[in-house]
């Protein structure tokens, strides 16, 4: 079939098959969606739609982060003829209600991370997508057809909160830009993409979701874009490309130099290596560099960046260690490149040759102007804004360019006075200085870009504080607006133009004088000087001054959380999530206190990144050869010797047997043969794909004697081969193991584990922690119950020879629990199946039928 | 019987909450699923005020999640402790939530016995 349409490249993504298209990691868990699922999917979701009563050329509005979902009710979308309008998460409700009312929506899909923006249109939480499809009719549903010139979605990337523009295009136009973008893809035997840009810009969907598509790659997706999230995602996951702004390669060169800096002389080898780098081949700058890319997961190597005008330098670093990085210019209305740089034939700083099937030419003003199938139809409507904006059928694009005799095209500067910042937001200046008006004590202010960051040049009341009226204009502004740095204006008033206006061009102007200024005395006075500047903060302590919202200044060592930096317990909170998702380092919340001071909790991050290296969790253990090992020291030795004094009977094996999926199974603790027994039990494919947790505090104990710590490590060893056993902490940072649990059962492993903590020392079963109902709501399984008896009187605890005796070992029917239930009631349950597998046969049978019909 | 009674208060701004409520790895440290059913920040707020009045009043350490708000069918809220979080000869309990403007207070009171709680290590 020939795809004209992007209903039609949806269409044909099932002859992809089982090749995986989306890899979605959430907090604990990762799921995978093959091109043939996502179909499916799409397909329902428009099936949902009709049913919902969206027909064809209405809208529908997105407002969510990046995931699986977000993309599939975004291709549903394409498929059934709906015109998605998808909203950057960061704009707020009163943009988002503006924009209702021009596109009259008829749904939100939207996510549980924001309040209910108030559009008074149903909404749908992406988060809940894969359950409301579940319930989707798809018998009466055939997809409509779609031409090339129907709306294919509108983008609302910019215009100023009270007139929000919507760009228009149309299913020719995206095709078209996927077409001239093909022979800028450099080629690769496999492409897996690491997606961190929003998907409501158009830049993130044509390189990060619909040029993949086409490619028949693979598109990692990791939730809310923390740095904790990033690097962990590019370390399991190994993307080869990612769509980034030049903010994100800023940050990521400041990582690695500041990485570097901690290793004894590093900063002067590193040095050395970059001005080798450039003599070196591709491959060659990678393999010298490759400690670098092995913590960026060792297969990073397309960069492709836009949104922002990128720093040269910062381009240079990258490609010095073996990176690719490639730049483009265009814009939403040109469904984003116009220009590209190919692999191999990049100049820094020049944004590329025009894309095949387009025109770009230059006007006598310098303007550069788009032409081709890719530019879009207009402005949603806005017939003036359109009119206003094409001359002779060229899009007027706003800036300022020139070509040179190669056709590269270099970018000199904007006509309109748009702030770009670094991220590649666009922000209308007017929306920050309406935003500084409001603000008692400001005369006038001149909103401009200034280091890539919004900055504002202030004419304040006398004895107004300039911090004080930026914090509440930012107040007032969503966060990509905000104000990032202010200058207070030392003249009367600002230059002006001749209509009184205020002339930012001027304004920024003096900025720059000023700075120059600024430097050449710094360097003057640093000529004296043999220090270097002020020490940089940690990480930790500029994170610390962030949550508290205090100046860096005042997180010292000895300053105390809740006296010295005025946080409260949410504050406290926040901080613990923080380092958490940026540090990579799970606190005991309930360690961080008031009264610790910020040199206890950078202690505290330490010990945990230590603890974090020794306990790395037995991976090994799952490998094949281990496995063979361990399933052949099972049958030959562990099993047998059970047999010499267990008589065991095993009952519900059909509860276990073919189960589907990962699971866990939670089982009563009356021994430690109990983990044998049980693994002896089951059946040997279900045997071959289960691991056993045990308590981690055991294995681990650093107040023992030396001797005995070697010895419960080498127990640990042996337990980890014959069981495939797995630490699991008892105390309250157990987040990295439920997150290690989630990988396993993201393998296709199953966990048996002991919700009661420890063995019981009277026969009778003890109460379940509830640390069993948070494992399984995080990871969202089954749970087998399982019932061992009569191994109390085999080896009870403190015994060390067993008598012979008789065991059971029950399975019950696999409970599941709703999203919604609470960690007690889920920890109640379990305990109460398994209370129920107690005695005779008979009984076993009804509480397994009762549970079965309740499921 | 001698009994004691234990006050604790606390207020909650609710944009600070509207703007955690981005942050999915802060919520899970914090309120139990049915907590998060109803997502507005005003309701958060109100149910994160009311187990920091909670520990306030037992003057114990922060367990967030061993502590858990519900509402009854007369919409009345009611407050429930697990595990550590639970008092010495805790009698009853009883809170009550509000929220105006930009802000949710709630308060808590808990009824001890004290002849049980004497020598405990609770500070009550």
Redesign the interface.
């Known amino acids: 079939m020939e795809v004209r349409t992007l209903s039609d490249l949806v269409s044909e993504l099932a002859n992809l098959g089982n090749r995986k298209l989306f890899i979605n990691r959430t907090q604990f868990r990762t799921y995978t969606w093959s091109y043939q699922q996502v179909r499916k999917a799409a397909n329902r979701v428009a099936a949902l739609l009709h049913e919902r009563g969206v027909t064809q050329g209405e809208r529908v509005i997105f407002w969510a982060p990046n995931s699986a979902e977000w993309a599939v009710a975004f291709l549903g979308c394409l498929l059934g003829g709906v015109v998605p309008v998808p909203i950057d998460l960061r704009f707020r409700p009163d943009f988002l209600q503006e924009v209702q009312r021009q596109t009259n929506a008829r749904l939100l899909f939207t996510t549980r991370l924001k309040p209910d923006p108030g559009l008074g249109i149903p909404g749908l939480l992406l988060e809940e997508l894969g359950e409301t499809l579940k319930e989707t009719r798809l018998d009466q549903f055939q997809p409509p057809r779609v031409v090339e010139d129907d709306l294919a979605e509108i983008l609302y990337t910019s215009g100023t909160t009270a007139q929000p523009k919507g760009v228009m295009l149309t299913h020719r136009n995206l095709l078209s830009e996927l077409d001239g973008m093909q022979p800028v893809v450099p080629p690769e035997p496999e492409y897996r993409f690491l997606s961190v840009l929003p998907l409501s810009h158009i830049f993130e969907q044509m390189g990060g979701l619909l040029l993949p598509i086409v490619r028949g790659a693979t598109v990692v997706y990791i939730g809310p874009p923390r740095p904790s999230a990033l690097l962990q995602a590019l370390e399991e996951e190994h993307p080869n490309a990612m769509m980034v702004v030049p903010r994100l390669l800023e940050l990521l060169r400041d990582r690695t130099v500041a990485e570097v800096k901690g290793y004894p002389g590093g900063q002067r080898i590193f040095g050395l290596m970059m001005r080798l780098g450039p003599h070196l081949s591709l491959q060659g700058r990678r393999l010298l560099f490759s400690p670098v890319h092995r913590r960026l997961g060792g297969s990073l190597k397309y960069l492709v960046s836009g949104g922002a005008s990128l720093a040269p330098e910062v381009e240079r670093f990258w490609e010095a260690l073996g990176m690719v990085v490639l730049q483009g210019y265009g814009l939403t209305e040109t469904s984003s490149a116009a220009t590209c740089n190919r692999m191999g034939e990049e100049r820094p700083g020049s944004v590329g040759k025009t894309l095949h099937n387009q025109e770009v030419r230059i006007a006598p003003d310098g303007e550069v102007l788009v032409r081709g199938p890719n530019v879009t139809p207009g402005y949603y409507q806005n017939r003036d804004l359109t009119k206003a904006s094409f001359e002779d059928g060229w899009f007027k694009t706003g800036d300022i360019g020139q070509f040179d005799q190669d056709g590269y095209l270099s970018l000199r500067g904007r006509k309109k006075e748009i702030i770009v910042t670094s991220a590649g937001i666009n922000v209308y200046p007017e929306d920050v200085e309406a935003a500084l008006a409001r603000v008692p004590g400001v005369r006038d202010s001149a909103a401009v870009e200034w280091h890539r960051q919004v900055h504002a040049a202030l004419l304040l009341e006398e004895g107004i504080d300039p911090e004080q009226v930026v914090r509440e204009a930012n107040k007032q502004l969503d966060s990509s607006q905000k104000i990032r740095g202010h200058t207070l204006w030392p003249q009367p008033d600002f230059p002006r133009t001749p209509t009184m206006k205020v002339s930012r061009r001027l304004v920024l102007e003096y900025l720059k004088e000023s700075e120059q200024g600024k430097q050449a005395a710094a360097s003057a006075k640093r000529k004296g000087e043999v220090t270097a500047g002020p020490g940089e903060a940690s990480p930790l302590s500029s994170l610390v001054a962030r949550v508290a919202q205090a100046p860096t200044s005042k997180v010292v060592g000895t300053a105390q959380l809740g006296i010295d930096l005025e946080m409260g317990s949410i504050e406290m909170l926040e901080l613990v999530s923080q380092v958490e998702q940026e540090l990579g380092v799970d606190l005991p919340e309930d360690e961080v206190t008031a009264e610790t001071t910020v040199a206890e909790l950078e202690g505290m991050v330490e010990r945990g990144r230590v603890e974090a290296r020794r306990g790395a969790f037995p991976y090994w253990a799952l490998s094949s050869p281990v496995q063979a090992v361990r399933g052949t020291l099972q049958r030959t030795l562990l099993f047998p010797t059970l047999g010499l004094f267990c008589r065991l009977e095993v009952e519900g094996y059909e509860n276990v047997q073919g189960l589907r999926g990962p699971h866990l199974l939670a089982a009563n603790h009356t021994s430690m043969l109990d983990a044998p027994a049980i693994l002896m039990a089951l059946p040997e494919k279900e045997r071959e794909r289960t691991t056993t947790a045990a308590w981690a505090e055991y294995f681990e104990a650093p107040e023992r004697p030396r001797w005995e710590r070697i010895f419960r490590r080498l127990e640990y060893y042996l337990a980890a081969t014959l069981f495939g056993i797995f630490p699991l902490p008892q105390t309250r940072v157990f987040r990295p193991s439920i997150r290690y649990t989630g990988s396993l059962m993201d393998r296709g492993w199953n966990a048996l584990i002991f919700p009661e903590g420890a063995r019981t020392h009277t026969g009778e079963m003890g109460a379940f922690k509830e640390g069993v109902g948070v494992m399984v709501s995080w990871l969202k399984v089954p749970v087998v119950p399982v019932r061992v008896e009569g191994l109390f009187q085999v080896l009870p605890a403190g015994k060390l020879l067993p008598r012979p005796g008789r065991v059971t070992v029950r399975f019950g029917w696999p409970l599941s629990f709703p999203p919604t239930a609470s960690y007690s009631e889920i920890s109640r349950q379990i305990e109460e199946a398994v209370r129920g597998l107690q005695g005779s046969e008979e009984r076993v049978r009804r509480v397994t039928e009762a549970e079965g019909r309740a499921a | 019987m001698k009994m004691r009674a234990r006050i604790g208060v606390d207020l909650?701004q609710i944009s600070?909450?509207?703007e955690?409520?981005?942050?999915?790895?802060?919520l899970?440290?914090?309120f139990?699923?049915?907590e998060?059913?109803d997502?507005?920040?005003e309701r958060l707020a109100g149910v994160?005020a009311a187990k920091?009045a909670l520990?306030k009043a037992l003057g114990t350490?922060?367990?967030?999640?061993e502590a858990?708000v519900g509402w009854d069918a007369a919409g009345r809220p009611e407050l429930r402790v697990?595990?550590e979080a639970v008092p010495a000869g805790l009698l009853s309990l009883d809170l009550s939530i509000t929220h105006e403007g930009e802000y949710a207070v709630a308060a808590v009171v808990v009824l001890l016995s004290e002849e049980e709680t004497n020598g405990s290590q609770n500070p009550i």
């Open positions: 909650v600070k909450m509207a955690l409520m981005e942050d999915e790895a802060f899970r440290r914090v139990h699923p049915p998060l059913l997502r507005r920040p994160f920091e520990f350490t922060r367990l967030w999640l858990e697990a595990g």
